[in-house]
Nanobody, 111 residues
């Protein structure tokens, strides 16, 4: 059974940075893709970044080079480094792996 636990969210000022982590339990992590999504209040959940098992990445247009997704297969962990954060990045961020969701971590960007 796959379980995901996100961490690293919090309150940050505009222009600041956060690093989210998603710890994955279960088999086949290194051979499977993973992704980060986010959901702001009153909006639909949207994809933020995607990483394949071999490390190829893809990002939503709104990322604009500010975020970096990465993975550490030795630690069964996926990361999302977020720089130059904007108030519109405020949302609950979720990790997804093998059709399983984590519980989410709140990111609030505000002065």
């Amino acid at each position: 059974q796959v379980q995901l636990v996100e961490s690293g969210g919090g309150l940050v000022q505009p222009g600041g940075s956060l690093r989210l982590s998603c710890a994955v339990s279960g088999r086949f992590f290194s051979s499977s893709a993973a992704s980060w999504y986010r959901q702001a209040p009153g909006k639909q959940r949207e994809m933020v970044a995607f990483i394949t098992s071999s490390g190829n990445t893809n990002y939503a247009n709104f990322v604009e080079g500010r975020f970096t997704i990465s993975r550490d297969n030795a630690k069964n962990t996926v990361y999302l480094q977020m720089n130059s954060l904007k108030p519109e990045d405020t949302a609950v961020y979720y990790c997804n792996h093998r059709a399983t969701w984590g519980q989410g971590t709140q990111v609030t960007v505000s002065s």
